[in-house]
C-alpha cells in the first residue's frame, strides 16, 4: 500500500533536528496509519520536503472492493477520455447539475443517474447520485472521511454496500483520509507538551483531522480553543456535531465570514498559534477572478496575518499527479479545484511573501496531496 522513498542522507545539527520531528511522525486510526516518514533531499525546491509512508487499513479489510473499485475507475476514465468527456468551465453542480451531469455520458449515468435501465459495471450504487449533489461541499467529504458510518445528514441515509466502496476506495478518499492523517500527526507532536492552544480552522472540508488531533491533546492536559470559519451555515453545523462525535472539553466557537474576501477575515489579529486552511485553499486560481475568487496568495496572506509569531499555518493542494486526476476531473467533475504540481504550490506560497525556511511539505505515499505548513 506504500511506495518506497529514498534513504536520507547523513546529517548534522539542523538536519538532525529535522529528522528526529520526521521520526516522531506517527499517526493510525481505523483507516490509514503512518508508518514511516523520511526526506527527499533531491527535489532541489530549496525547501525540506518530507515522503509520508501510510498503510491504507481500509483496503486491507476489503482488497477485493478496493481492487475493482480501482479497476471500474480505469475503465470508465479510459472511456471518458476516449470520447472527449472533461469538466466544464461552468459547474455542473446540486440536483439540477447532477441531472444534467447523468445524461451526458453512460459513465455519468452509472455513477450519478437514478433511472432505470442505466448501465451497470457490477454495482448497485443508490446513494451516489446524492452523493454527488453535495460536491464540492464539506457534506461531499464527510463520507470520504468516515467510511461505513451512518450520515449525520440526508435523514441519516445509509449508503448500502456498493456506494460505500466506492466511497471508501477512489483514490480521492484514500487521498483525504492520509492528508487528515498527516495534518494530525504534525499537530500533535508540535503540541503535546503546551498548556494553551489557539486554533482557527478556515473552511471545514478538513475539520476532522483538527477535531481528532484536539482531542487527543486534551486527553493530555491541552488546553484547545478552536475556532471554526465559514460562509456555509450547514457547514457550520457539522463542525458542531463533529465537535460533539468528537468529545471536544471546550466547546467549538463558530463563526459565518467570507472567506472570498482575504480583507474582511484578514483584519483579525494575529492571535492564533494554529491555522488551517487544508481543505479550502485548493479551490483557489493563480490569479484573481474579479466579483468571484481572489487568487491563492492573497488568501494565503490573509490567513497568515492571524498566525501569531511561533506558530504555524497549515494547507494542503492535490497535485497534478494525483494518480486518478481524469476521475476528478471527467467524471466526478469536482468544481474550481486547482490541482498544482509541488513546484507551483510552492510558487504560490512564495508569492505570498513567505520565505523559503519557512515552508515544509509532506507528501503521503498514495501521490494525492501535499501538505504544507508554513513557520510564522
Known amino acids: 500500500m506504500h511506495s518506497n522513498t529514498p534513504a536520507p542522507s547523513a546529517s548534522t545539527g539542523t538536519e538532525q533536528a529535522r529528522d528526529q520531528r520526521a521520526m516522531r511522525l506517527r499517526y493510525a486510526d481505523e483507516q490509514v496509519e503512518i508508518i514511516g516518514c523520511q526526506p527527499i533531499e533531491q527535489l532541489g525546491l530549496g525547501v525540506d520536503v518530507y515522503a509520508v509512508a501510510t498503510m491504507n487499513l481500509a483496503a486491507q479489510r476489503d482488497p477485493a472492493g478496493y481492487w475493482y473499485v480501482n ?9 471518458l477520455i476516449e470520447d472527449g468527456v472533461d469538466r466544464p468551465d461552468l459547474p455542473l453542480a446540486g440536483p439540477k447539475g447532477r441531472a444534467e451531469l447523468a445524461e451526458k455520458h453512460d459513465v455519468l449515468s452509472e455513477w450519478w443517474g437514478t433511472g432505470e435501465g442505466r ?12 452523493w454527488r449533489e453535495h460536491v464540492p461541499s464539506a457534506k461531499a467529504l464527510w463520507p470520504l472521511q468516515h467510511p461505513g458510518e451512518t450520515l449525520p445528514f440526508d435523514g441519516g441515509a445509509i449508503p448500502n454496500a456498493d456506494d460505500w466502496r466506492a466511497l471508501t476506495h477512489v483514490a480521492d478518499a484514500v487521498g483525504i483520509r ?7 500527526a504534525i499537530l500533535r507532536a508540535r503540541y503535546a507538551t503546551a498548556d494553551t492552544l489557539s486554533w ?7 475539520l476532522v483531522p483538527i477535531m481528532k488531533t484536539a482531542h487527543a491533546l486534551e486527553r493530555v492536559g491541552v488546553d484547545c480553543a478552536l475556532e471554526l470559519w465559514d460562509l456555509d451555515a450547514d457547514a457550520l453545523t457539522m463542525g458542531l456535531d463533529l465537535a460533539e462525535r468528537h468529545g471536544l472539553a471546550s466547546p467549538l466557537k463558530t ?6 474576501d482575504p480583507a474582511e477575515f484578514g483584519r483579525a489579529r494575529a492571535r492564533f498559534d494554529v491555522v488551517e486552511t487544508v481543505g479550502f485553499f485548493e479551490y483557489l486560481p493563480d490569479e484573481p477572478i474579479e466579483g ?17 509569531p511561533g506558530g504555524v499555518l497549515v494547507l494542503g493542494n492535490m497535485l497534478d499527479t494525483h494518480p486518478q486526476l481524469d476521475f476528478v476531473m471527467r467524471c466526478v467533475q469536482w468544481p474550481y479545484i486547482v490541482p498544482r504540481s509541488l513546484e507551483q504550490f510552492l510558487d504560490v506560497i512564495r508569492a505570498a511573501g513567505v520565505a523559503d525556511e519557512q515552508v515544509t511539505f509532506h507528501l503521503p505515499d498514495d501521490g494525492v496531496y501535499a501538505v504544507a505548513t508554513i513557520e510564522v
Open 178 to 184: 492520509s492528508r487528515a492523517a498527516v495534518v494530525a
Open 119 to 130: 448501465p451497470r459495471s457490477g454495482f448497485e450504487f443508490e446513494y451516489l447520485a446524492r
Open 71 to 79: 479497476h471500474m475507475v480505469a475503465q470508465h476514465v479510459r472511456r
Open 200 to 206: 482557527l480552522s478556515l473552511a471545514s472540508g478538513a
Open 255 to 260: 463563526a459565518q465570514v467570507n472567506l472570498l
Open 292 to 308: 468571484l475568487f481572489p487568487s491563492a496568495s492573497q488568501y494565503l496572506a490573509g490567513a497568515l496575518a492571524m498566525v501569531r
